[in-house]
Structure formats: C-alpha cells, structure tokens
C-alpha cells in the first residue's frame, strides 16, 4: 500500500515536471514574446524595452530554469495586465471555481446516482429509456448554450435566479446544473452497468434467500459495491470540469480560474497563462490521487491485500 | 405429523428467443423434520431451479405454478413478495454453491450475520453479535470473534461455507435447501461439511433438501431421495432401496456409472448413459428419457405413468418393477 | 444451466437499439446532405449583409416573412443560408479533426498495446500528461498566440483530442496481442510489421470507428465552444457556435437567434452519438457480456 502511494507519488510528480514545461513551452508558441506584449503599435524601442523588463532576452532554457523553480515555491511571477502577483489572483479566483465544481458533481451525483439506480432496478422500462435519454442529451448539449438557454427561462423569463456575478448560493444554481451536465451522463451510465453486474451476482442472490426487503437489497448490498468505481470517477471528473469552467465562467460571469485565464489569453498576459494551465493539471493529478484513495477505502480487499 | 415441505406438481417456464423454456416440469416432494431429502440430477436436470422455485428466487420473467406448495401448513403460493421475504431466512433458508462469492466482499462477517438475525428477530446489535459469535463456534469455527470482525475474502473457501451455513440457521428456520453445497469443496472439506450438516440436523430437528448431482453425497447423509431428469421426478423412495434395486432405466445407468468400492468387479468398465438431455424447449412427446433408455419400446411415445415398486417407492416407466429385475 | 436460464437473452432491446442508429443515420445523413448540395439549394448568400433587413423573425413568427425562413440576424444575413453554411464547417471540422487525432492516438495506443513494456509505460505516461492538461484553455491559448483560422482549430484540436483514440486502441491491442492466432502468427515466423498489419488492425478497427463517431460529436462541441468564446473560426464564417456568439446581445428580446444555432449543434451531435451508440451494438459480437 505504501509503495503503491510512493510510486503514484512520484508519477505526479513527473506529470507536473512535464506540464510545467508545456505551458512553457505554449505560451513561446507565438514566436517572440516581446512582440506580441509590446503591442502591434510598438516600434523597436519598445519592443526592446519590453524585453529586457520581461527578461526575454536571456536564453530559453535559463528562463525556463527561472520559471520551474519560481514556480516550485509558488512564485508564479508578475501579472502584466493585473499589476500583481499571479499567485494572489490565482488564489483569489480559485475558491470561485472551486465552489462552481464541487457544486456541480454533487448535483451530478444527485442526479445520476438515483437515475442509474433506478434504470438498472427497472431494466428496459420506461425510466430506463428516460434516463438513457437523459444521459444522450446531456452528452449532446452544447455547454455555453445550456447555460445560455437557462438564463433566458429561469433568469429572465421567470426571474428565479440570478444571471450573472457570485453574491450568493443562488448565482451558482444554473451554473452548477450546466457544469453537472458535462458528468451526467457519464457517472449514470457508470451506475447502471455496475448495478446491473452486481445484482446479478451470487451475494446478491443470498441477501434475497436472507429475507432481505428488497430496498435493503439494493441500496445496501448493491450499491456499496456498485458505487466504487463510480465516486473515484467523480473525482476524476471534477478535474474535468475544474479545467473545462472557462466556458461556463464567462457565460455566467463567474469571476473563477477559468475566466481568468480567458482574460489573460485574450490580453497575452502569458505569466497568468502559464501558471493557470499548471495549477489546474495539479489539482487534476491530486484528484486522480484521491481517486485511487477511494477506491483503496472503500473497497475492503484492496485495504487489507 | 404435517410435513416441513409439500411440493406438489411444480411447474417453472421462461420465455426465451427460440420459445418457451420449461425447466422444471411438475415435480413433487414430501419432506419430514429431522429428515434428509436428496435430489439428485445431472447438470441441467432442473435442480436448482427447482429449489429456487420453492424460494420464490426465479427470475422476474420466469413463471411459476404449482398444485401445492406448502411449509409446514403455510401456503407459500398465497404469499406476496413482502411476506415470502418475511418467510426466507427465518422458516426456511438456502445456501448455495460457491462459498467464494456468496459473501458480501464489502461488509464483514459479523455484519452479515447480525444483519439476518436483526431482519427477523427483536434483537440488539450486541446480543445479536454475541448470537452470531455462538453460532459460528457451533459450526466448527475457531476464534469466533475474530472472524466476525473479518472480511468475506480473508477466509478459505470451507470456513466461508460454514459461515454461509452458520448465516442459515441463525434464525433456527425448518428448512434448510442445501444446493450443491460441498461441490466447490475439497474432498476432505466435503466430509467434514457433510458431518457438521448432520449434526445440526440432529441437534435442530432440521428438514434438509440437498440437492446434488454427485450419488455417493447422498448415500451418505440422505434418507430419502428423488432422481431428476429433463425437469422431472423420475424415481423416488428411501435411499437405501432406491440404490440397492433401482426401477428406473435412468437410476440404474446413474449407478452403475458410479464405481462402489466392494461392488465393482476388476475389468468391467463402468457404464455410461449414450445421448445427451433433451431440449427442455416446448413439450417432450412421451417418455423424456426414451432417446437414451435401453429399454425403450413402443409405449414410451406416450407419457409414463407413475408406478409404485414398494411403499413411498415411486417411479416414472412404462416398465412395470420386476421386469428390470431381469435386465443385468 | 441455471446460469444459461438465469441469463437467457430478453427478446426486446435489438429493436430499440436498432431505432436509435437508424435516427442517428438519418440525422447525419440530412446534415451531410444539408452541408453538400444545401448551398446550391438556398439562394442567399450567407455573407451578403443587409442592414435594412436585421432581425427579420422565422417565417412562422411574427414579422416574419418567406424571403427569409429562418429570419435573418444582426447584420441582415439570411439564417437559414449560414446554417447550412455551418453545416459545412462543422461537419469539416469534425471530420479532419478525427482523422488528425485518430491518427496520433491509434499509434500511440497501438504502439503501447503491442510491445508493452517500456514503451507501454512511456505511452501511459504521455497520456496521463494530456489528460492532466485543462483541454479548453491550451486550445483557446494556442488559437490566440498563432491567430485564429479553420486550420489552427483542426490542427490543435487534432493535437488535443487524441486520448480515447489512444486508449481505446492500447487495451484492445493488448488483448488481441494476447490472443492463440497471434502467438500462432509468431511461432510461424511472420515478422512483427505482419501481424500488425494483418491480424492486429482489422480488429481493433470497429472499436476505434466507434470512438471516431464519438470523438467527432466533442471536437465540434468544442470547436463551438472556442467559437463562442471567439477564438475559434474567425467571422464572418458562420460557425453555429460563432452565430451563437454575436447574437448573444440578442438573446433576450429575440431568443430565437440563438434557440436555432443551438438547436443545430445539439441535433446533429445527438445524431452522431446515436449513431456511434448503435455501431458499437451492431459491431459487437453476439453473446459477449
């Protein structure tokens, strides 16, 4: 179990190192730099200027040097645009984002959960197809304009909810169900296939000749094992969306990582960038990790091997 | 005295693709208390479907019908889904062939066996646990409290067998339906299963239904015993008798393919019985048997009756008893 | 036998699943159609704007008018032309963006499936390091620093979207590696370029097609997306998701123009995952679990 830990440890590790590099090596995809900081109306001088201050002109590799072990101890330098450190703004963006995700993989689980339940339960039936249905669209629906149609019903047309910005719970209601929707589909037909494998198994067979009621027999047997792979899926899938929110962030006015990062592209502040697509790969590596944590916890035989 | 289990005319059927599947064709049986009932049958002859039909257990799109069916003076076919759950675990209980997957992997030991105790009894977690440790120590296994803080897949296959039989008597039912429950086992754990079966037998006043498809099992720990074939009782009747001067074709080919230690002379080969079971798809004209019976003739294109070769002695042939008296 | 009863086949699901691929077949059959001759079909030119004539509602609303059935939009262009306009792109960009990252992610799965070892670790690694990476952002940031044209989308999103490709062919690789024929194929002496060729493509090539079909509905979600966000395909082609986009102002007197873009996109990606869904049943083989 310990070794199993190191290892993975060390994979994170060699993941980050190599995202580290990519997002260097991204925001050095227009060429030079300098240039495109310095704007389309600067004249050499300026360029020059911009690169000596940015400290484009020592050697690649010494800036990336530079930047790896900044970044190791969370410097992430100096935002062009912002004025201020990237760290800070990182940090003051991150817990927005971060509610944005974990509100919608509990709405996900919320959803998807009693829907695959429910769809294996009651195979080929009609909530087996709705669910199917369900998961269909959910797989086919444009993000932004899920999110876009929801303003237009429950914000305008009903005035249910806010449309824009993060003063309460509520500004995270339709963002939340937009962003739950990326997972829906995924998580419930997760949950159907592995209830359906584990109600057909030989435990299941001997709660029944138990006398078990048959809501025991599901929601205890059943699911306890059917759920395993499906909550280490979860975490894994809110990697996803925390990386995938710039959509839903800038439809929703949601001032998160995601429409930071939006910003900082559209400005060519490149520090923001890079740091950004960093940050999120490592919180994608940590859930991951928890991921396989789960599975270990919940599942006794991986515990005690 | 009421039989424990009165099986009369069971009938199961599935649809399938190519038709209707009818596995168990009219089966009847009479259980005592204290008694062992085997049922003996090839693979595919409708055992344990049999068994699950008296459980309620088929799958949803089987059907199932039957003229009697009855525990002790309850009438199971009047029963509903919720007072049949009421029934299993507590009045009768079912242990199955593989030990290795019947246990929960994700709960332990202690938590299945309290679980069933507290589904039919008033009882506390703790004294429900102190019921579950003494039953395990009845059933043969050392260091009960440890084991009940175990999970199903920290113990070898014979002790999670004694935990499934410990799980089936917690609640003392009257019947317990053993489906091949030594078959996964190694032969010494067999015997000693077997043994422990038959002790609480004698301690419970228990009604056992064995079913099996291996003849020296029954031999062993059975008193009575009903042959099956293609989804029908063929041949019943005390065991002793029934393989000492067997009356059916089918019975006599199954022994004789059994080597006897003492009975067998060197040199002669075993028999065996040529052709394979019969499609249980749609009706069977006649005898089910016929296709593969050396005494087949004539009269078997229409169904056997069933004929008496002594008391409680039946059988299925067109043959009357003595006239395979003569046959070698 | 138990077990055979227990788990004897239900007589129904065939035909629904069979309703399912015939609607998504139908559905990119009318898009592909749309896309090829539609053009040749509706007079208008997409591109021709008319300031005189913005806004025009569908034909069935009011204000509506039959010179223009799904009205027109902020600049006076005909609706229903730069839909079908869209069809084009979007189904362009599906298509060459599958074919780019089917052909990264099948060697790198099949290069790791079937010499296992170093090489199948190193493939792992690469893609857990794509995984790891936040999809959207790379791609808006790539599109923003090199310019945004239908090639810088096909081509980065090509780069992005290989990862199921790559999974999908890696563990289907590996078990038909594992398989009796292939061990036989060794023993006889065919070398490993062979039996790669021969025994191993045609078989991993029906899960992959699947894949395709599915990979082909998300990279035109995103390409949408990046539209939407505008850095994606440059106006004035009407991507639908760049349509959505521009009459975002709109929305909210008139949510038609952007109900009809929408409505497009997730018609035909509906369409296209029917369809994967009912190849993947129709290519399985009978009786696998």
Not at chain 3, 221 to 230: K, P, Q, R, T
Request: hydrophobic share 50%; charged share 15%.
């Amino acid at each position: 179990m310990l070794r199993f830990l190191i290892r993975r440890l060390a994979l994170a590790f060699l993941v980050a190192l190599t995202v580290l590099s990519l997002s260097f090596a991204l925001t050095r995809l227009a060429g030079d730099l300098a240039v495109a900081i310095a704007g389309p109306s600067a004249t050499a001088a300026d360029v020059a200027a911009v690169r000596i201050a940015y400290g484009l002109d020592r050697p690649v590799l010494v800036q990336f040097a530079d930047w790896a072990v900044r970044a190791a101890h969370g410097d992430f330098g100096h935002s062009f645009f912002f004025k201020e450190q990237v760290a800070n703004l990182i940090a003051d963006r991150l817990p927005i984002t971060g509610t944005l995700g974990l509100t919608a993989i509990a709405i996900a689980l919320a959803v998807a959960l009693p829907l695959g339940i429910l769809a294996a339960v009651k195979q080929n039936t009609w909530i087996d197809r709705l669910a199917t249905s369900i998961a269909l669209f959910g797989q086919a629906m444009p993000t932004f304009w899920f999110g876009l149609i929801l303003m237009i019903g429950f914000g305008l047309k009903l005035g249910w909810l806010p449309i824009s910005g993060t003063g309460s719970w509520r500004h995270y209601v339709m963002p939340g169900i937009v962003l739950a929707f990326t997972a829906i589909p995924a998580l419930m037909r997760l949950t159907r296939s592995g209830m359906i494998e584990v109600l057909a198994s030989d435990y299941i067979r001997t709660a029944r000749a138990k006398g078990l009621r048959a809501r025991t027999v599901v929601l205890r047997h059943a699911l306890r094992n059917a759920a395993i792979p499906v909550v280490s899926i979860a975490a894994v899938q809110l990697g996803f969306m925390l990386g995938g929110s710039v959509v839903i962030e800038q439809v929703f006015a949601l001032h998160g990582v995601g429409y930071l990062a939006w910003e900082s592209i559209s400005k060519n502040d490149y520090p923001v960038v890079q740091a950004v697509v960093l940050v999120l790969a490592c919180i994608y590596v940590l859930l991951t990790l928890i991921a396989d944590l789960l599975n270990a916890f919940l599942d006794p035989r991986l515990r005690t091997a | 005295m009421t039989p424990v289990l009165t099986v009369e005319a069971l009938r199961v059927e599935i649809p399938v693709k190519t038709g209707l599947l009818r596995p168990v064709r009219g089966v009847g049986l009479a259980i005592r208390a204290g008694e062992t009932h085997g049922l003996v049958g090839e693979s595919g002859s409708g055992k344990s479907l049999t068994a699950l039909g008296i459980m309620g257990l088929l799958p949803a799109r089987a059907h199932r019908s039957a003229a009697q069916l009855r525990l002790g003076e309850v009438d199971l076919l009047t029963l509903n889904e919720r007072a049949m759950e009421d029934v299993r675990g507590d009045r009768v209980a079912m242990i199955f062939q593989e030990p290795m997957t019947s246990l929960n992997p994700a709960f332990t030991v202690g938590a299945q066996l309290t679980e069933t105790l507290r589904r039919h009894r008033k009882v506390s977690r703790g004294e429900a646990l102190a019921r579950a440790g003494d039953m395990l120590a009845r059933v043969g296994i050392t260091s009960p409290r440890t084991r009940l803080a175990q999970y199903p897949h920290q113990l070898s296959g014979g002790l999670r067998q004694r935990v499934m039989i410990a799980m089936a008597l917690l609640c003392e039912p009257k019947l317990l339906i053993a489906d091949e429950p030594t078959t996964a086992l190694d032969v010494t754990v067999q015997a000693q299963i077997l043994r422990l079966l038959a002790e609480l037998q004698r301690d419970m006043g228990l009604a056992i239904l064995l079913i099996t498809h291996d003849l020296s099992v029954v031999a062993r720990v059975a008193q009575q015993v009903s042959v099956m074939y293609a989804g029908e009782i063929v041949e019943t009747g005390e065991v002793a008798d029934v393989f000492a001067r067997p009356a059916h074709p089918y019975t006599r080919g199954l022994l004789s393919a059994v080597p006897v230690p003492g009975k067998v002379r060197r040199n002669e080969p075993l028999g065996t019985i040529a052709g394979v079971v019969p499609s249980l798809v749609g009706e069977i004209d006649g005898c089910s048997f016929r296709a593969r019976c050396p005494s087949a003739h004539d009269a078997c294109i229409r169904p056997p009756p069933v004929r008496s070769a002594g008391s409680s002695r039946n059988y299925r042939c067109h043959l009357p008893p003595d006239a395979l008296e003569a046959q070698p | 036998m138990t077990d055979q009863v227990l788990q004897a086949p239900i007589v129904l699901p065939r035909r629904l699943r069979h309703g399912g691929f015939v609607l998504g077949a139908a559905i990119v059959g009318l898009v592909v159609v749309a896309a090829l001759i539609g053009p040749a079909l509706v007079p208008d030119d997409p591109f021709a704007q008319d300031l005189l004539k913005r806004l025009v509602p569908p034909m069935w609303m009011e204000g509506g008018s039959a010179a223009h059935i799904l009205g027109t939009d902020q600049v006076g262009r005909d609706y229903l032309a730069r839909l079908v306009y869209g069809a084009r792109i979007s189904l362009l960009i599906g298509l060459s963006t599958v074919i780019v990252s089917g052909l990264i992610g099948t060697t790198l799965g099949v290069a790791g499936g079937f010499f296992g070892g170093r090489v199948d670790d190193v493939v792992t690694f690469i893609i857990t390091c794509r995984l790891a990476v936040p999809l959207i952002l790379v791609a808006l940031a790539v599109v923003s620093l090199v310019g945004s044209s239908l090639l810088v989308v096909v081509v980065t999103l090509g780069l992005l979207l290989w990862e199921r490709f790559a999974v999908v062919a890696r563990t289907t690789t590996a078990q038909v590696r594992n398989l009796d024929y292939v061990a036989a194929a060794r023993a006889a002496g065919c070398s490993r370029g062979y039996i790669l060729l021969r025994e191993v493509l045609p078989n991993i090539l029906n899960p992959l097609i699947v894949v395709a079909t599915l990979e082909m509905a998300l990279a035109i979600l995103l390409e949408a997306a990046l539209s939407f966000l505008g850095l994606g395909v440059p106006p004035p082609l009407p991507s639908w998701g760049l349509m959505i986009a521009e009459a975002r102002d709109y929305m909210f007197f008139q949510a038609w123009v952007i109900v009809i873009p929408g409505l497009a996109l997730l018609v035909f990606v509906l369409g296209i995952n029917l369809l994967g869904d009912g190849l993947r049943d129709l290519l399985a083989p009978e009786g696998r679990a």
